[in-house]
């Protein structure tokens, strides 16, 4: 069988993203099981007291901004998004932390969250959520690596370009990644969004 990468080569998670590997193709090169389907994640049922504020400060502001660069899409759809995560659930954001696990699994996360469980944030760069996945896919599985020892037995990632979201799903336990079917977009499924991201910060394992 062919492999995907090079033995002796460096890869990092950026490099997936510019290679355009399939995330199943990725997934099995780790050794992991891979399927697309729908994840029906679920949701927080508390009470969120910033979305309506956040979601219309959003609104508010789109017109006279132009969302045509990274920088742009992070500070303006993104960063509201991580300061209300940090109000519901005390989490620790590390916005481009460095991980190596291996020569083939190491880079910067965009945002890596704690809060008691583990969250990846992937920034899909030049709106292509495809093989934004293919990134998010590398760096769960270098997650379920590094978390060697931690009792937690599933990961969750999202990848976003800053307007679409997607998620994905990683057992421990039998090394099997679920890619979501769903899509959500930032102003139209705000609730459902902030309640899944909720959610999967403090959740059970």
Not at 83 to 95: C, G
Not at 120 to 145: C, P, R, S, V, Y
């Amino acid at each position: 069988m062919t492999k995907l990468l090079h033995p002796d080569e460096a890869y990092t998670f950026s490099r997936y993203f510019e290679l355009k590997i399939e995330a199943k193709d990725l997934a099995k090169e780790f050794g992991y099981s891979f399927e697309r389907k729908w994840l029906k994640l679920p949701k927080y049922t508390g009470e969120l007291d910033c979305n309506q504020k956040t979601q219309a400060q959003i609104e508010e502001v789109l017109p006279y901004v132009s969302l045509t660069n990274e920088t742009a899409r992070r500070e303006i759809l993104v960063s509201p998004i991580m300061s209300d995560l940090i109000h519901y659930t005390k989490a620790k954001v590390r916005i481009e932390y460095a991980m190596k696990v291996t020569e083939h699994l190491q880079g910067v996360l965009d945002y890596f969250i704690k809060s008691p469980r583990f969250l990846i944030i992937a920034f899909a760069k030049g709106d292509n959520i495809d093989f934004g996945m293919t990134q998010l896919i590398a760096e769960l599985i270098a997650l379920d690596h590094w978390l060697e020892d931690s009792p937690q037995t599933n990961l969750i990632g999202a990848v976003t370009t800053g307007k679409i979201w997607e998620f994905a799903t990683l057992s421990r336990t039998s090394k099997h990644i679920e890619q979501g079917l769903e899509n959500f977009h930032f102003l139209n499924n705000f609730e459902t969004l902030m309640r899944i991201l909720v959610q999967s910060l403090i959740g059970e394992n």
